[in-house]
């Protein structure tokens, strides 16, 4: 089992940035893809962003440009920055851990591991 214990989100202006931070423990070589999710009100969850343990990333295209995910291997801790926030960017962030696989995962069945979720609010 990992378990995953996400912090850092909260209430931010438009245009403001926060840093989302995600700690894993336990059996964390089966974490080598680790990804962020978010689900807004009344919405699916949907990717974010995913990073490989070689440091290999990929973004949606509604965060490029605006979020940066990046990991630290000795302390099992991904983090999501995310500048010039947007309302719509409104949700619970999800940190989500799986296998390797050989192509990007991006969908929410491909992750064996969830977070508890950490709201972050825009406002305009």
């Known amino acids: 089992q990992v378990q995953l214990v996400e912090s850092g989100g909260g209430s931010v202006q438009a245009g403001g940035s926060l840093r989302l931070s995600c700690a894993a423990s336990g059996r964390t070589y089966d974490a080598y893809t680790m990804g962020w999710f978010r689900q807004g009100p009344g919405k699916e969850r949907e990717f974010v962003a995913t990073?490989?343990?070689?440091?290999?990333?990929f973004y949606a295209d509604s965060v490029k440009g605006r979020f940066t995910i990046s990991k630290d291997n000795a302390k099992n801790t991904v983090y999501l920055q995310m500048n010039s926030l947007k309302s719509e960017d409104t949700a619970v962030y999800y940190c989500?851990?799986?296998?390797?696989?050989?192509?990007?995962?991006?969908?929410?069945?491909?992750?064996?591991?969830w977070g508890q979720g950490t709201q972050v609010t825009v406002s305009s």
């Open positions: 990073i490989r343990w070689s440091g290999d990333s």
């Open positions: 989500a851990a799986g296998p390797w696989s050989s192509g990007w995962k991006t969908l929410v069945r491909q992750y064996d591991y």
